[in-house]
């Protein structure tokens, strides 16, 4: 499409000395070079406006961490105001996010969209993570390691259940329902066994209330995650017990990254944060406020 213009007589019939002919010429040019200046000022200057506003974002980059509520780890109350955070991996959080000079927020979850949240990168980072071959195909386990465990797996049953769970094949007793977490790290042959009857119960809360409704008969956990603020309470006591057979391997805990999150880029910085801390003994000293001595890597 061609849109006609107007014709326009810049020169008026008066302008025939060439002397006013041209200053008018001049006054034209100069009005013109005034109005290019003054558009270009006002762009460039918002144009920098723009950026002083997106620069503090690039530099201090607000990092994403799981928050699932699993004592001594991670510990979530609830107030009037909303959440509250305690427990190693809270203490832990803020002085990386110190030392490293970022901020950061939580997302609240349940263990099992935890994983799927750290998979899909839709968040960043979580701390005390055991490795697993599993995981790493979409985790990127940051060194140092700083948490160790004998990692014992407790089944958990109820009193009035009589049945023996003595060695590994008796959890092939026949309609033997066997609740578990999914993408939580047990040992290699519970975690391989395709002739036991499993169901991932999503997380220890509701499988502690499946094994007390009877939905389920056993509860596969850990002693040193079970016993927190939950398994202390005397009802839960007296309604379940942990089972002889408990298979014990030692693994080590990691701070990890998801790898399909923006932050795997800037992993060696994380590294070298960690293991500055883990030098000057800060790393120890969160540590051993709330995990036992016999557990942390010094």
């Not at 105001?81 to 803020?94: M, N, P, R």
């Amino acid at each position: 499409m061609t849109l006609d213009v107007p014709e326009f007589n810049a020169i008026p019939d008066n302008y025939n000395d060439k002397s006013k002919l041209g200053k008018f010429l001049l006054y034209l040019f100069l009005s013109k070079f005034f109005w290019i200046t003054l558009v270009t000022y006002l762009f460039c200057s918002f144009s920098l406006q723009g950026k002083e506003k997106l620069m503090p974002a690039v530099e201090r980059p607000v990092i994403r961490l799981i928050a699932n509520h699993l004592p001594p780890y991670m510990i979530i109350s609830k107030t009037e105001k909303g959440s509250s955070y305690a427990g190693f991996e809270h203490d832990l959080t803020q002085i990386l996010a110190k030392t490293l000079g970022v901020t950061y927020d939580y997302y609240e979850c349940d263990w099992s969209a935890c994983m799927r949240a750290l998979r899909d990168g839709n968040v960043d980072m979580a701390h005390s993570l055991l490795y697993s071959s599993t995981r790493a195909a979409f985790l990127e386990f940051v060194p140092p390691a700083y948490l160790k465990d004998v990692h014992s797996t407790v089944f958990y049953q109820r009193y009035d259940d009589k049945r023996v769970i003595d060695e590994f094949k008796d959890l092939q007793q026949d309609n033997f329902v066997i609740g578990y977490v999914g993408s939580t790290v047990y040992f290699e042959k519970f975690e391989q066994a395709d002739n036991l009857l499993k169901m991932d119960v999503k997380n220890r809360e509701t499988g502690i209330e499946l094994l007390i409704a009877g939905r389920i008969d056993v509860l596969a956990g850990f002693d040193t995650l079970f016993d927190g603020v939950e398994f202390k309470s005397p009802h839960l006591k007296r309604i379940m017990k942990k089972s002889i057979y408990q298979p014990s391997t030692v693994l080590e805990s990691f701070t990890v990254i998801s790898k399909a999150s923006p932050l795997f880029e800037h992993r060696e910085d994380i590294s070298s944060a960690l293991q500055e801390l883990s030098d000057n003994g800060v790393l120890t000293k969160i540590s051993e406020k709330w995990i036992p001595k016999s557990n942390i890597i010094q």
